[in-house]
């Protein structure tokens, strides 16, 4: 019997997140036994989507502003339409390739309105395609707030009329859809709680540090690393402080980060082994995206959350907040951010005992290959 094929879509477009989360569930379909194939649409990352797994690269744009609201090449480059028309062909070609029994599209269309020039074409394919393969929306579980007068209703017209379920990687009792989509109830029998999508137990940790500060992809990380950095000499310098400026941290901004390190610090774009490196330091200062929430949630670290609000973004507020209430994270905020304030918090964090562990589900990526060969197994019955 040949493995069931999936066809997972995923764009990311200023960080890293969306990739990270869409191989951690890739990786574990293909554990289970699935033929995976990942298009991706942004910059590469190294390390994803990961071994095993099937990989298509379209040609890759960006968000050409923190809004998110144009796109432009890898060159920075405004995207054309001769560009976006060649890589809409490249896509549809990819689908009819891989002949799928299940299509995975990520965030879409909660999200990714932008790449609606090649994802509404694919879900005509899709609706033409014999047989038709079964149409998922894999979604994290808080969204972007603020949206658009008739933005909701759109999208979940499009729900009703061509997916068949809307894999939500998240706890319930931690957050539920409707809280940041109120018409969440108008598709609630497409709804599929997966638990959060978080790595496994990581290994016993090949160095070791006192506090971690990182920025995720990196994308807009700088004054948070910057502000780190200044803290550390005003702390104890027997204190092992690690950076991640994350790997798209542009140029200067490193180079500027790079000078005048202090001797208990170091500095790295990125580090693979981050969730090993997590386990055994004791305060980690972060952005509070899905993914590195993800990594603290299996660690007892003491976790300082800077949420990213740029462009009126409330996602990382939103869950800032639920950890804070339940007693995981401090708060800083982003805009005035000094190092006197990290110092602060990060004195605060170094006399608190460990953190205890979160009672929260973070077997998502597990569960969602679980729910998709469910899936599967009914169209078949």
Same mark, same amino acid.
Request: one cysteine or more.
């Given at each position: 019997?040949?493995?069931?094929?999936?066809?997972?879509?995923?764009?990311?477009?200023?960080?890293?997140?969306?990739?990270?989360?869409?191989?951690?569930?890739?990786?574990?379909? /293909?554990?289970?036994?699935?033929?995976?194939? /990942?298009? =991706?649409? !942004?910059?590469?990352?190294?390390?994803?989507?990961?071994?095993?797994?099937? =990989?298509?690269?379209?040609?890759? /744009?960006? +968000?050409?502003?923190?809004?998110?609201? !144009?796109?432009?090449? @890898?060159?920075?480059?405004?995207?054309?339409?001769?560009?976006?028309?060649?890589?809409?062909?490249?896509?549809?070609?990819?689908?009819?390739?891989?002949?799928?029994?299940?299509?995975?599209?990520?965030?879409?269309?909660?999200?990714?309105?932008?790449?609606?020039? %090649?994802?509404?074409?694919?879900?005509?394919?899709?609706?033409? @395609?014999?047989?038709?393969?079964?149409?998922?929306?894999?979604?994290?579980?808080?969204?972007?707030?603020?949206?658009?007068?008739?933005? #909701?209703?759109?999208?979940? @017209?499009?729900?009703?009329?061509?997916?068949?379920? /809307?894999?939500?990687?998240?706890?319930?009792?931690?957050?539920?859809?409707?809280?940041?989509?109120?018409? @969440?109830?108008?598709?609630?029998?497409?709804?599929?709680?997966?638990?959060?999508?978080?790595?496994?137990?990581?290994?016993?940790?090949? %160095?070791?540090?006192?506090?971690?500060?990182?920025?995720?992809?990196? +994308?807009?990380?700088?004054?948070?690393?910057?502000?780190?950095?200044?803290?550390?000499?005003?702390?104890?310098?027997?204190?092992?402080?690690?950076?991640?400026?994350?790997?798209?941290?542009?140029?200067?901004?490193?180079?500027?980060?790079?000078?005048?390190?202090?001797?208990?610090?170091?500095?790295?774009?990125?580090?693979?082994?981050?969730?090993?490196?997590?386990?055994?330091?004791?305060?980690?200062?972060?952005?509070?995206?899905?993914?590195?929430?993800?990594?603290?949630?299996? =660690?007892?670290?003491?976790?300082?959350?800077?949420?990213?609000?740029?462009?009126?973004? =409330?996602?990382?507020?939103?869950?800032?907040?639920?950890?804070? +209430?339940?007693?995981?994270?401090?708060?800083?905020?982003?805009?005035?951010?000094?190092?006197?304030?990290?110092?602060?918090?990060?004195?605060?964090?170094?006399?608190?005992?460990?953190?205890?562990?979160?009672?929260? #589900?973070?077997?998502?990526?597990?569960?969602?290959? +679980?729910?998709?060969?469910?899936?599967?197994?009914?169209?078949?019955?």
């Amino acid at each position: 019997m040949t493995a069931p094929r999936i066809f997972f879509y995923v764009q990311h477009l200023l960080g890293i997140g969306h990739i990270a989360r869409a191989s951690r569930i890739a990786n574990a379909l /293909v554990r289970d036994g699935f033929d995976v194939t /990942v298009v =991706t649409g !942004g910059l590469p990352v190294p390390g994803f989507p990961g071994e095993g797994v099937k =990989t298509v690269a379209l040609p890759a /744009v960006v +968000a050409s502003n923190a809004g998110f609201s !144009g796109l432009a090449d @890898a060159d920075g480059r405004p995207a054309g339409e001769e560009f976006l028309a060649a890589r809409r062909q490249l896509l549809l070609d990819a689908f009819h390739a891989a002949k799928p029994d299940v299509v995975i599209i990520e965030a879409f269309p909660f999200g990714r309105r932008q790449m609606r020039f %090649e994802l509404l074409p694919l879900l005509r394919a899709i609706e033409e @395609a014999e047989p038709r393969p079964k149409l998922v929306s894999s979604v994290r579980d808080i969204l972007q707030e603020n949206r658009k007068t008739g933005r #909701d209703q759109e999208t979940v @017209a499009l729900v009703r009329d061509h997916f068949d379920a /809307v894999l939500v990687h998240g706890d319930p009792g931690f957050v539920r859809l409707e809280d940041t989509f109120p018409l @969440a109830p108008e598709i609630a029998d497409k709804l599929r709680y997966t638990g959060l999508v978080a790595p496994p137990p990581a290994p016993e940790p090949a %160095e070791t540090f006192d506090i971690i500060a990182s920025a995720g992809g990196g +994308a807009v990380g700088a004054e948070l690393i910057g502000a780190a950095k200044e803290a550390a000499r005003l702390l104890p310098s027997d204190l092992r402080w690690l950076l991640i400026s994350g790997p798209n941290l542009p140029e200067p901004d490193f180079a500027r980060l790079s000078r005048d390190v202090a001797p208990n610090v170091t500095l790295a774009r990125f580090r693979k082994d981050f969730p090993s490196l997590l386990r055994s330091a004791r305060v980690s200062i972060s952005q509070a995206g899905y993914n590195t929430v993800g990594d603290l949630l299996r =660690t007892e670290c003491r976790a300082i959350l800077i949420p990213f609000v740029a462009g009126g973004e =409330t996602e990382q507020t939103v869950r800032a907040e639920r950890l804070q +209430a339940l007693g995981l994270a401090e708060i800083l905020p982003e805009q005035g951010l000094t190092s006197a304030h990290v110092k602060e918090a990060v004195e605060k964090g170094l006399a608190a005992p460990r953190q205890e562990p979160a009672s929260l #589900d973070l077997d998502g990526a597990e569960k969602t290959a +679980a729910i998709i060969r469910s899936m599967i197994a009914e169209s078949l019955a």
